[in-house]
């Protein structure tokens, strides 16, 4: 068995799992360890629940209001050394 596989899967390697995306070395662990597996399981559950949401899209012109509630402070006056 080699160092790689016994290592412990990353964030984004459970990630990538749970995408389909993992190599098969990384795969392999796994097999092996409860915990990775776990782990891997939720992040596979998240996935599977957060594509599930509905898609939306915010109403024509919302940029456009925010960046009308913004405030740029001005400057003072001229900087001199």
């Known amino acids: 068995m080699s160092d790689l ?3 412990h899967l990353t964030t984004e390697e459970l990630e990538l799992w749970a995408q389909g995306l993992l190599g ?3 795969t392999m662990h796994l ?3 409860t915990l990775c597996f776990a782990e891997a399981q939720q ?4 996935h599977l629940t957060l594509s ?5 899209a915010p109403r024509a012109g919302f940029a456009d209001r925010v960046m009308a509630q913004v405030k740029v402070p001005k400057t003072s006056g001229e900087f001199r050394a």
């Not at 992040?43 to 998240?46: A, F, I, V």
């Not at 599930?52 to 939306?56: A, S, T, V, Y």
Request: hydrophobic share 40%; charged share 30%.
């Open 43 to 46: 992040e596979r559950r998240l």
């Open 5 to 7: 596989t016994m290592q």
């Open 52 to 56: 599930q949401l509905p898609l939306f």
């Open 24 to 26: 098969a070395a990384r």
């Open 31 to 33: 097999t092996e360890c």
